[in-house]
């Protein structure tokens, strides 16, 4: 510094003009200019101690960013949101709040009644375990029962016929029809279903589900629109219903009309039982 200082042999002179010109809000460009100092050196040491003009500095954006991706982590934002709010990387987010406790899962109710679903499912499965032949047999009586067609005294057709829109049901029913040994090519399907779905996909699904050619379903009954009528069952996992019918089927009805019956005999012999 010493030779510098000797290359400018007024240099406390200099050094007022440099820290008067700074004081007036020149930067250290200006100054280098208009006092002819070309070395870096000199020029720090001349406005040494001088802040600079407020106008010099800059706001620096990633300080910005820095402070609002700390907020957000500090309310519980993932590192996603975060990224997508302020247009950053992932690697910026994860260096600027890294520090900072990760934040605790917050479920959607939709995702917090999935995941009680999934618990009680889970104990459900448990609970009932593996189905003998015969829980099967007077499970599907009753569940036709309950969701099939049925004859009237005055109107005696003695037809099988199984509509359901629960792809649960649907399997549970195929399964039973196996059961009793009804041949698939006696089955036929067809799917009934609004207007305003997607047609084409609920018949690829209830055509994947029950595991049949295309060529064993019937032309779809498609319901039209009536606009005054408010429906709740939409979106993409509405797909209708399902009707199964069961070609020459009367012998089939009348086992199922019969084994009702004995269920029905058989709960009021326990019941009488247990009375007495």
């Known amino acids: 510094m010493a030779h510098s200082q000797g290359k400018y042999a007024d240099f406390e002179a200099l050094r007022e003009r440099a820290l008067a010109l700074r004081r007036a809000g020149h930067s250290l460009r200006q100054i280098r200019d208009e006092l002819k100092i070309y070395n870096n050196d000199v020029l720090n040491q001349l406005v040494k101690g001088e802040p600079p003009p407020e106008?010099?500095?800059?706001?620096n954006a990633k300080d910005d960013l820095r402070t609002k991706a700390r907020e957000l982590r500090l309310q519980g934002r993932p590192y996603d949101q975060i990224e997508a709010e302020l247009g950053c990387s992932r690697s910026s987010v994860s260096l600027w709040v890294r520090d900072l406790p990760r934040p605790?899962?917050?479920?959607t109710p939709e995702e917090a009644a999935a995941v009680a679903r999934k618990g009680w499912e889970e104990r459900a499965k448990l609970a009932i375990g593996t189905l003998s032949t015969r829980e099967l047999f007077l499970l599907g009586v009753g569940l036709y029962w309950a969701e099939g067609g049925k004859d009237k005294p005055y109107d005696r057709r003695e037809n099988v016929t199984f509509v359901n829109s629960d792809p649960g049901m649907i399997e549970v029913f195929m399964a039973w029809l196996d059961l009793l040994g009804v041949e698939r090519d006696r089955l036929r399907f067809i799917v009934m279903i609004h207007e305003t779905a997607d047609v084409t996909a609920a018949e690829d699904y209830w055509a994947d589900?029950?595991?049949?050619?295309?060529?064993?379903?019937?032309k779809t009954t498609v319901k039209k629109h009536n606009p005054r009528t408010v429906r709740k069952n939409t979106g993409d996992k509405y797909r209708g219903c399902l009707v199964i019918k069961v070609l020459k089927g009367a012998d089939l009805y009348r086992r199922i009309e019969g084994s009702w019956y004995g269920i029905v005999e058989a709960v009021r012999e326990t019941d009488q039982s247990n009375r007495t």
């Open 209 to 218: 589900l029950v595991g049949a050619d295309r060529s064993s379903f019937n």
């Open 55 to 59: 106008w010099t500095k800059r706001p």
């Open 104 to 107: 605790e899962r917050r479920r």
